[in-house]
Each structure stands twice: as C-alpha cells, then as structure tokens.
Nanobody, 120 residues
C-alpha cells in the first residue's frame, strides 16, 4: 500500500500561493500521531533539502531560512494529513516537493513528490 501521497502542486505566478497536502493512507492513525513529519524539496540539478519540520502535536515547527515567514507547515492527525501553505512564492521555490515521515520504529517514509513551478 502506498504510504505517503503528496498533492496540490502546480504552476503559479510569482507572488502567488499554493497549499500542498500529504496524506498517509499506509500509516495507522495511532502511528501517524506519534510521527514527526517534514517537507523537503529538490530543484533541478540540486540536492534534496529540508524545507520545514513539525512535531507530533503540531506545536513544534521549524523552517529553513529561505521559506521563513512565507511558508506554514501544519498537520491534522485525525485526518493523517500534513500541509504546507506556501505564500509569496518566488521562482527559486520551483522544485519537486516531498513529504517525509520520521517513523519511530522503522525506516523513514517518502512520498512520490509533487511539482511546484513558479513562473510568469
């Protein structure tokens, strides 16, 4: 069964907004609530890098400097869904965005990615 599924990517003009979602059909509600989650991104020709991280209860959030003040990470444990609200998008935000589950008892899980393109 697919473990993580991202959606919400697309093409947007600079200054625009997108909301990414990451559903976890392959993880139980109990396990999901115990799992810290992250968003990463990978631009063409570059390494995959961390964008934002959120703790299990959603109260501990950390952002990389290049998205601070523009992106917001959140989660709904009952729905087993992770979100990334992206505002004031810039061309340099163009990348494939991935969610990652930091399982406590097992290997980390990755989704298949969703493409975000910021272009006029």
């Amino acid at each position: 069964q697919v473990q993580l599924v991202e959606s919400g990517g697309g093409v947007v003009q600079p200054g625009g907004s997108l909301m990414l979602s990451c559903e976890a059909p392959g993880i139980s509600v109990v396990t999901y609530a115990e799992t810290p989650m992250s968003w990463y991104r990978q631009a063409p020709g570059k390494e995959r890098v961390l964008v934002a991280h959120i703790g299990t209860a959603g109260d501990a959030r950390n952002y990389e400097h290049f998205v601070m003040g523009r992106f917001t990470i959140s989660r709904n444990n009952a729905e087993k869904t992770l979100y990334l609200q992206m505002n004031n998008l810039k061309p340099e935000d163009t990348a494939v965005y991935y969610c990652k589950a930091h399982l406590l008892n097992g290997p980390d899980l990755w989704g298949q990615g969703t493409q975000v393109t910021v272009s006029s």
